[in-house]
């Protein structure tokens, strides 16, 4: 908070020397506590500026690894424990963190020998070492929290020597490093948990971090630091995270008034431009960078006229991300050309490659080959969920995009259902056309494609049945799409996988069950004298970095 005491120097030299001094002295005493750290309560009660106020809409549901599953939590968890490997701060390279190294791959890819880091404490004190690294990944396997499934692949986990661990899969996995990043994967203490479905403590966090959990209500979080943590301390001396659940314009206040040193997730589109303006004209500073969740349009192939080729082509074929991104975002996505984002190498722009931006005429050409023309015009529906505003947008302007483009020859119809609703109802193929995202579970271009085109049951008459196409709702069938999805996940040099993500983002392009349209940026907030604020493109947020000058 601004210092609210100015002293006016007229009138305090009316009395004399030592009412001036007197009232300099408190001045400079309140200017040396002008940065107070906010209680549970959202009031200000600073009394160390050296800790840092974080606000956030945020609510977290659980603080147990085993079983948090929503970005509230991870992003604790990720600053309170630690998994065997991370990402370096700001990207997607993996690095070690509580593994010594880099695992040891077997040739059959089913064998990972992680050595792990020594003189470790959990913050109970409890020595960390491999029957503790065992202990909880079989806990985040076996307890059955909601993220298990991430892990179900692991046939055994053991403790071969006092710090080293041998984990056996079921089946190859290319990607199972970037599993091992995953913030729940973290290890907690033998000591405070237990073993056994359902056993869960979501009030209890204890990590080998940078931080320990002090206190966790509804309101507020608040972390010290734990002073016996292995490696380097955390550049401020704790952090007190204010909670406005669901309530974007209270943390747009708090931080406007300065209640809050740090405001991350989530504000709205108007929010974030008033915010980057001021920060333009230096009022305080905005961190922006590129995020890894997705937007998309799924088209359900055993839909009419979704069924036909040319079809799903010449709606790929109009679609104006810019415009998109303006209208809805107002600019605050980046435009995409495939499911896998930019931050990865694997990235190819397949669809800008084959339709370009915007493409009328290719449209109008397509629509002809498959029988369709504003003399015969076909109606396609566009789903989305009622609560988001910016897929009514997305719709309202690709139904003005043909009106005015195609001559009528294709007209949207805009609806929308109960999000809950939608996401049960997607998977029973109701919706023609539907406008979701996705957010991923892990960093590896797998985890933009496997949830999307493998299909475990189905042909290329009926489509999926079962799998990821049918779950997004496309239920696109492609024999070549799967075996391509299972030999890049057997594939381990890194090269080698990259062509065969290339081949797949091609054949989506041309098959067209998925129309990208824009990935996230993500934006944090600070007031002016706060350094350190990193968004990692996982989004997990670190607060270690963060410090007042």
């Given at each position: ?10 009138e ?35 009394t ?16 147990d ?93 053991e ?16 990607a ?34 940078r ?31 204010q ?25 709205d ?27 998309f ?102 139904k ?37 995202d ?9 985890n ?25 709702g ?76």
């Open positions: 908070m601004k210092n609210t005491l100015r002293p006016y120097w007229k305090i030299y009316r009395f004399g020397k030592f009412i001036c001094l007197f009232f300099l002295c408190f001045s400079l005493a309140v200017a040396c506590n002008n940065n107070p750290s906010t209680t549970g309560d959202g009031s200000n009660n600073r160390n500026n050296d800790r840092i106020a974080i606000g956030t809409t945020l609510k977290v549901r659980t603080l690894p085993a079983d948090s599953y929503e970005l509230s939590g991870l992003n604790i968890i990720y600053n309170v424990g630690q998994s065997l490997y991370t990402y370096k701060l700001g990207s997607t390279k993996l690095q070690p963190l509580l593994a010594q190294e880099m695992p040891q791959i077997s040739d059959d890819g089913l064998t990972y020998t992680i050595p792990l880091r020594q003189g470790v404490k959990f913050h109970d004190g409890t020595p960390f070492n491999a029957e503790a690294m065992k202990f909880s990944l079989q806990r985040f396997r076996d307890n059955g929290g909601k993220p298990s499934f991430l892990l179900s692949d692991i046939d055994t986990i403790a071969t020597e006092e710090y080293l661990l041998t984990i056996k899969l079921k089946q190859p996995f290319a199972f490093q970037a599993l091992l990043a995953f913030p729940g994967t973290a290890a907690v203490s033998p000591s405070s948990y237990e073993l056994g479905e359902g056993k869960f403590d979501p009030n209890k966090l204890v990590g080998t971090g931080y320990k959990l002090v206190d966790f209500s509804s309101n507020g979080i608040r972390l010290d630091v734990f002073e016996d943590y292995w490696g380097d301390k955390p550049e401020n001396q704790g952090v007190d995270i909670i406005y659940p669901g309530n974007s314009a209270n943390l747009f206040n708090s931080f406007r008034t300065n209640a809050v040193d740090v405001a991350y997730q989530t504000f589109p108007d929010q974030i431009e008033s915010l980057r303006k001021d920060a333009q004209e230096g009022k305080w500073q905005d961190i922006e960078a590129p995020g890894t969740a997705v937007s349009m799924s088209l359900n192939r055993n839909q009419k006229p979704l069924d036909k080729l040319e079809v799903r082509q010449a709606i790929a074929s109009i679609v104006d991300r810019n415009l998109l991104n303006q209208r809805a975002l107002q600019g605050q996505g980046e435009p995409i050309y495939s499911l896998i984002p930019t931050a990865f190498d694997a990235y190819k722009p397949v669809f800008k490659e084959k339709y370009g931006n915007v493409n009328v005429e290719k449209a109008k050409q397509l629509l002809s080959q498959a029988g369709y023309s504003a003399a015969n015009p076909i109606t396609v529906e566009i789903w989305h969920p009622s609560g988001s505003n910016i897929r009514a947008i997305v719709a309202a302007t690709l003005a995009l043909a009106e005015r483009q195609l001559d009528g020859a294709i007209e949207f119809v805009p609806s929308s259902v109960e999000g809950a609703t939608a996401f049960a109802n997607l998977a029973k193929g109701i919706y023609p056309s539907f406008l979701s996705w957010y991923p579970d892990f960093l590896d271009a797998d933009y494609i496997q949830p999307f085109l493998q299909c475990n049951e189905g042909n290329s008459q009926d489509g999926c049945q079962k799998g990821g196409a049918a779950t997004q496309s239920f696109y069938y492609n024999e070549e799409i799967n075996q391509l999805i299972d030999k890049q996940r057997k594939e381990q040099d890194p090269e080698k996988r990259q062509e065969i993500f290339g081949k797949i983002q091609e054949i989506l392009a041309k098959d067209v069950p998925y129309i990208p349209l824009w990935q996230t940026k993500d934006y944090a907030f600070s007031q002016n004298g706060i350094t350190g604020v990193t968004i990692n493109p996982s989004q997990n947020f670190p607060l270690w970095t963060i410090k007042r000058n």
